[in-house]
Nanobody, 118 residues
Framework: VQLQASGGGLVQTGGSLRLSCAASGFSLHYYAIGWFRQAPGKEREGVSLISSSGDSTFYADSVKGRFTVSRDKANSVVYLQMNNLKTEDTAVYYC????????????WGRGTLVTVSS
């Protein structure tokens, strides 16, 4: 049972990246998926959340209007589209799965590094 975030890389300020979160060993179908990030020397912070149905989403104020979370149920993949990237978005990004009714996330994925250069 694993999650893997991918799609990170080096991009200039104002650029875009799309991160993907895919599962192996289980289906994401019934899980809410959260995106988190951790910058060097800083605590991990929540970035975005999408419900299992995809009907509800949440964004941190710092990314609202620039990031969009979505899910492809057919392929059991969750995406985080990141536009107008800023240097302060530089971090390792993680996705995590939370089962229905759970208070905490059940499965955490390996992160992917996003570096935004000025």
């Amino acid at each position: 049972v694993q999650l893997q975030a991918s799609g990170g890389g080096l991009v200039q300020t104002g650029g875009s990246l799309r991160l993907s979160c895919a599962a192996s060993g289980f289906s994401l179908h019934y899980y809410a998926i959260g995106w988190f990030r951790q910058a060097p020397g800083k605590e991990r912070e929540g970035v975005s959340l999408i419900s299992s149905s995809g009907d509800s989403t949440f964004y941190a104020d710092s990314v609202k209007g620039r990031f969009t979370v979505s899910r492809d149920k057919a392929n059991s993949v969750v995406y985080l589209q990141m536009n107008n990237l800023k240097t302060e978005d530089t971090a390792v990004y993680y996705c995590a799965a939370r089962s229905p009714g759970a208070d905490e996330y059940d499965v955490w994925g390996r992160g992917t590094l996003v570096t935004v250069s000025s």
